[in-house]
């Protein structure tokens, strides 16, 4: 089993739906993020929570909610979904300084 | 200019060929640095850290300018599955909170 899970991975969806992406890790780390990667533009932060309590922005974070329900779960939320947040997404895991550990991607197409 | 920028290629090489990447950084504070690799529809996994003193695994260099503020890896002998994305990674300040950034990655095909 991967050590970093996410679900769905595809989903086509309509423009105005709420859509939430999920993710789960057994690795034990306490950081967690969310990435957005599209061609030509790599991967982007969207936002990363370093512990249960902690949340913050990444660079894109506009249009997007997240939750940190546990150590091991962060969910990403598309409260309203635009077709321009059509994107692979991948889920991440770290320890200080570590390294980052991929879930296997969402791909999420919005029409 | 772009917190980390690559050469977004393609890079298309025969095998045997040895490939060099090189990428800049903006942040002269950054500390960490690393190489991932990404095969197509798939996600990122790490190759390799840079350390200030290069580091070599195999058939794969990284080495660290920090003066220029650049980093470099070089494939040699290569081989058809080295054919992926190679993403550049460094650490946005100093400090080991905050998150990595990538840059776009370059893009490498080994040709038989």
């Known amino acids: 089993d991967a050590d970093v899970t996410q679900t769905p991975r595809n989903r086509i969806t309509k423009t105005g739906k709420r859509i939430m992406l999920e993710c789960s890790q057994t690795?034990?780390?306490?950081?967690m993020y969310w990435y957005r990667q599209d061609p030509g533009l790599g991967l982007r932060l969207i936002y990363y929570?370093?512990?249960?309590?902690?949340?913050n922005k990444g660079e894109i974070s506009d249009g997007y909610s997240v939750s940190r329900q546990a150590q091991a779960k962060f969910s990403l939320s598309l409260e309203s979904a635009i077709p321009n947040q059509t994107a692979l997404y991948f889920c991440?895991?770290?320890?200080?300084?570590?390294?980052?550990?991929f879930g296997e991607g969402s791909r999420l197409t919005v029409l | 200019r772009k917190e980390v920028e690559q050469d977004p290629g393609p890079f298309n090489v025969p095998e045997g060929a040895t490939v060099a990447f090189n990428c800049t950084y903006s942040?002269?504070?950054?500390?960490?640095f690393f190489w991932y690799r990404q095969d197509c529809r798939k996600e990122p996994k790490l190759l390799m850290s840079?350390?200030?003193s290069g580091n070599e695994d195999g058939r794969f260099t990284a080495q660290l300018n920090r003066a220029s503020q650049y980093i470099s890896l070089l494939i040699r002998d290569s081989k058809l599955s080295d054919s992926a994305t190679y993403l550049c990674?460094?650490?946005?300040?100093?400090?080991?909170?905050?998150?990595?950034?990538f840059g776009k990655g370059t893009r490498l095909s080994v040709i038989a």
């Open positions: 690795k034990g780390h306490d950081r």
């Open positions: 990674v460094v650490n946005k300040v100093g400090s080991g909170n905050t998150p990595l950034v």
């Open positions: 942040n002269s504070a950054s500390q960490s």
């Open positions: 929570s370093f512990d249960v309590k902690d949340i």
């Open positions: 840079v350390y200030s």
């Open positions: 991440a895991t770290s320890e200080a300084r570590g390294e980052l550990f």
